[in-house]
């Protein structure tokens, strides 16, 4: 039998060039592909994006400007439904706007009687409390919710939402997987700083190490510290130490922060820089993520991509988000923020690299698991159109 093709909208901080979040719609993207037509439906997923015309050009898709309401009122009163996620959505602290916005878009189409989806999001820190039974009274209209972790959930709770109506899934990027086609591609040239980027997998070739950065800390101290922590591990094992930046072009300007940092001592103990600026596409930067030995990252996502493709990982913490991720796959963050020491991280990488095989073969249950639960939100929703079909 075939079904009528339904509409559904998905809002999220999509188009705005950050590689977490496109990963992250890519990820749902594919999800609802896979579980829609397993259900025998036809979803046609319509992005609220801050750069339409980007976003329907790289996925695929159709795409509405999130900020032209006459326009997303126009898309979700022609939708079956609406998806809120994934990412850190319901939050106070990039902004006070931010969790106005997004609860408006999900009350918009529930006035409009349409059922509203909760996409595996990490929720807070919410720290006015005004906000509370704003998520409360919004949540508890929701058909299903689904949180990336049990602090979401707890502190969805603590608003007075039942726990039992709130599924704990993976980040969706964890189902993220890289085609066959880009595994076997010939890796992208990156920007060289000093010297030829090396080969990693010869023989005696300096390991290369992945490293995503952001801007934090006034001080720039986390910065200054990691630095410091790869020229440190480099004197004892020669590094390509290759930055992917994943939010353009903030993390463009940290990661030549860190580059400059280090001068010219890594090549001086016989290593790399390179810098991979032009990764927009988050199955570029899987791939990138993916050629590397080990990870340092600031980043959600970067840690998550690297999970995912069996990369070592170790994380820098300046949110709660990083350590609840980070527990999920048996790691602790090698230190915060305002605390990280330079002989810290380099002690920590070396022994990564050290203990890669095992590593990974300790976390593979765990990896494998959060693997096949992300698409948990996808299945769900398709079974919700499946039954009501």
Not at 146 to 154: A, K, M, P, T
Request: proline share 5%.
């Amino acid at each position: 039998m075939v079904t009528a093709t339904q509409k559904i909208i998905i809002s999220g901080f999509y188009g705005f060039h950050n590689s977490g979040d496109e990963a992250v719609l890519q990820s749902i993207l594919n999800a609802l592909r896979k579980q829609s037509q397993a259900s025998g439906l036809t979803l046609e997923p319509v992005v609220l994006s801050i750069d339409p015309e980007w976003t329907a050009a790289t996925y695929g898709v159709e795409s509405v400007h999130r900020m032209k309401l006459g326009e997303v009122r126009r898309a979700i009163s022609e939708s079956a439904g609406l998806i809120s996620g994934g990412g850190s959505l319901l939050q106070d602290v990039t902004s006070s706007k931010t969790i106005p916005y997004y609860l408006g878009i999900i009350k918009l189409a529930q006035w409009m009687g349409k059922p509203t989806f909760i996409y595996a999001q990490g929720i807070g820190p919410v720290n006015r409390k005004l906000f509370h039974p704003l998520i409360k009274s919004i949540f508890r209209k929701c058909a299903y919710i689904s949180v990336r972790d049990e602090q979401s959930r707890l502190l969805l709770q603590s608003m007075g939402l039942s726990i039992d109506d709130i599924d704990v899934v993976p980040d969706p990027v964890m189902g993220l997987e890289l085609p066959e086609n880009m595994q076997t591609e010939q890796h992208a040239e990156a920007n060289p700083v000093a010297g030829d980027t090396p080969n990693s997998g010869l023989q005696g070739a300096p390991a290369t190490v992945g490293v995503s950065v952001r801007f934090w800390e006034q001080s720039r101290q986390e910065l200054d510290a990691l630095a410091e922590g790869l020229v440190k591990a480099s004197a004892e094992q020669p590094l390509h130490v290759h930055f992917l930046p994943f939010h353009h072009s903030a993390d463009n300007e940290a990661s030549r922060y860190v580059m400059q940092k280090m001068g010219l001592r890594i090549e001086d103990n016989g290593g790399s820089v390179t810098i991979r600026e032009d990764a927009l596409h988050p199955l570029q930067m899987l791939r990138e993520v993916s050629q590397c030995q080990a990870l340092i990252g600031m980043r959600l996502h970067s840690l998550i991509y690297a999970a995912g493709q069996r990369v070592p990982v170790m994380g820098v913490s300046y949110d709660p988000k990083i350590d609840h991720f980070l527990e999920r796959v048996a790691c602790k963050p090698v230190g915060k923020t305002d605390t990280l020491e330079a002989d810290t991280v380099a002690a920590g990488l070396l022994e990564l690299l050290r203990s890669g095989e095992s590593w990974k073969q300790e976390r593979e249950p765990l990896i494998a698991a959060l693997t096949q639960e992300a698409e948990t939100p996808a299945r769900r929703i398709a079974q919700y159109f499946g039954h009501k079909g």
